[in-house]
């Protein structure tokens, strides 16, 4: 079975340029989620997606990240226009809903990260 | 509010000894638990995850964790270290209102000397 896929594995792009990610969840997996760790921090979390419907957006930075996941298959995170702070290593993870009474079981499984670098 | 503090940013040890790993926990609630390993360039990893199951849970490579309620902790062991083990290790709660939302602590990289 094939894990989650990020592209592309590395960005280098200057300060006000447009950067999009992409990621490819496991196949059948209805959750997808974006995180990111910039430099010297802890993993953050940025979005939920359960299907195509973004759940949870509480970890976007700011109006300059946009999400989607037309299809409720693969999705994107657009940077536009990049800031200097959004270098950094943006995750991407993908689980299965459980069905009811199997408690908070969901385990994440993640991509290899795309690393940004905004000079 | 959910949170995870990893006590040690880098932890050395050599190849055939313990690996102690720490990792204490701020939650209002039973959390999830889970510890996940990055080996250079590769993604994230699932080492092990406790589910309000078991209190001593059992992961891959060897690897153990014990949640202990009174401590707040969910350090990960390993008997024997290997070579292969180097790495960096995450400590990881689960949300309380979504507990979709993953809370990670800042990474402990293990580094395993011949």
């Known amino acids: 079975e094939a894990g989650v896929t990020q592209f592309p594995s590395h960005s280098v792009i200057e300060k006000g340029q447009t950067v999009t990610l992409r990621c490819d969840p496991i196949s059948g997996h209805d959750n997808l989620y974006w995180y990111r760790r910039v430099m010297g921090k802890e993993i953050k979390f940025l979005l939920h997606?359960?299907?195509?419907?973004?759940?949870?957006e509480s970890g976007m930075p700011n109006n300059r990240f946009l999400a989607e996941r037309t299809g409720g298959t693969y999705s994107t995170l657009k940077v536009q226009p990049a800031e200097l702070e959004d270098s950094g290593v943006y995750f991407c993870?993908?689980?299965?809903?459980?069905?009811?009474?199997?408690?908070?079981?969901?385990?994440?499984?993640f991509g290899p990260g795309t690393r940004l670098l905004v000079l | 509010a959910q949170s995870v503090t990893q006590l040690d940013s880098h932890v050395s040890v050599s190849e055939g000894t313990p690996v102690l790993l720490r990792c204490n926990y701020s939650s209002s609630y039973s959390p999830s638990l889970f510890w996940y390993v990055q080996h250079p360039n590769k993604g994230l990893q699932l080492l092990l995850k406790y589910t309000s199951a078991a209190t001593l849970v059992k992961g891959i490579n060897g690897f153990e964790a014990e949640f202990k309620k009174s401590e707040t902790s969910f350090h990960l062991t390993k008997p024997s270290a290997h070579m292969s083990d180097a790495a960096e290790y995450f400590c990881v709660v689960s949300g309380f209102y979504n507990f979709n939302k993953f809370y990670f602590g800042s990474g402990t990289k293990l580094n395993v000397k011949p």
């Open positions: 993870a993908s689980s299965q809903t459980l069905g009811l009474g199997q408690g908070r079981q969901e385990t994440q499984y």
């Open positions: 997606f359960v299907k195509e419907s973004k759940q949870d």
